[in-house]
């Protein structure tokens, strides 16, 4: 058994072990995904306590095992209280959480990406339902780049010819393929009705609008902007070019993790007739 060591990470997911344990997923800045033992954590007179809960940073120590490390003393350095002020917010931080999951591996450091999602986590915290999407797909967008399979929005990926994006929105369409990750010029024989393409599985059509938007958040200058300043220009694309190209970015991302996410159905609900009326 190896020494004691330290660690920052934050706790993505949580799961009960044994009588009084729980087990956590912990993503660390230093050493990547931990699977880590709380113990006595479900006891009313833990030590723990509220350090591991979901989306809290710690200062971690922990002890090797044969079979999982446990911790022995967490102190904390962050927490993300105002993420439960709406529906909406918490939802999207879980979203945010899953896909990260799936993207980092033991052993595997990836601070770039650690430092991106607290700083969403913060930036989610107290915004209304319209800001936490625009929030969550910069997000999505950020984890894509710093994961590598980024789409491609600024040309072809067949011809490699630059996509221009007319002004006004009209009948103008792209494709847009999970496989190949990106945009490309569409043949007239591959238009079929208003979203899909004949013979081509797992392929999409985009609206100018879907595309603008696609192409303003992988702009670097946009990934940088400050939260207010985001938003601010964020309110010049309909709350429904918004949630289109989140379902456009969750079907990429389920097709390159292989995975089916189970958080983002959530969102849907959030943004239901009823409550996209809500503020």
């Given at each position: ?37 709380a113990p006595h954590s479900r006891s009313f007179r833990s030590k723990l306590g509220g ?20 911790i022995l003393q967490a102190e904390t350095v962050a927490t993300y209280q105002g993420l ?160 289109s190209l989140e379902r456009v970015l969750r079907q990429y991302l389920q097709f390159h ?23």
């Amino acid at each position: 058994m190896g020494r004691t060591y330290r660690t920052i990470g934050i706790n993505l997911k949580a799961m009960p072990l044994g009588e009084s344990d729980r087990l956590l997923s912990v993503f660390s800045r230093d050493r990547g995904l931990l699977k880590l033992v709380a113990p006595h954590s479900r006891s009313f007179r833990s030590k723990l306590g509220g350090r591991v809960d979901l989306f809290v940073v710690n200062d971690l120590f922990i002890s090797p095992g044969r079979n999982l490390d446990r911790i022995l003393q967490a102190e904390t350095v962050a927490t993300y209280q105002g993420l439960n002020s709406h529906l909406t917010t918490l939802t999207a931080a879980q979203y945010l959480g899953e896909v990260v999951l799936y993207q980092v591996q033991p052993q595997q450091p990836h601070p770039t990406l650690f430092d991106w999602l607290c700083a969403t986590l913060d930036q989610l915290q107290g915004v209304s339902s319209r800001a936490a999407l625009a929030l969550l797909v910069r997000g999505l967008c950020g984890i894509l780049r710093l994961g590598g399979i980024a789409p491609q929005w600024y040309q072809c990926h067949d011809s490699s010819c630059k996509i221009t994006v007319p002004a006004a929105d009209t009948d103008w369409r792209v494709g847009f393929s999970f496989a190949s990750g990106g945009v490309f010029t569409i043949k007239a024989q591959h238009t079929v009705g208003n979203d899909s393409l004949a013979g081509i599985s797992g392929d999409r059509q985009l609206t100018a609008s879907e595309v603008r938007l696609g192409q303003w958040l992988a702009m670097p200058t946009t990934q940088s902007l400050a939260r207010d300043e985001f938003l601010t220009q964020a309110e010049a694309y309909p709350l429904s070019v918004w949630l289109s190209l989140e379902r456009v970015l969750r079907q990429y991302l389920q097709f390159h993790l292989e995975q089916t996410l189970r958080v983002p159905p959530l969102l849907d609900s959030c943004f239901s007739p009823v409550a996209v009326s809500q503020p």
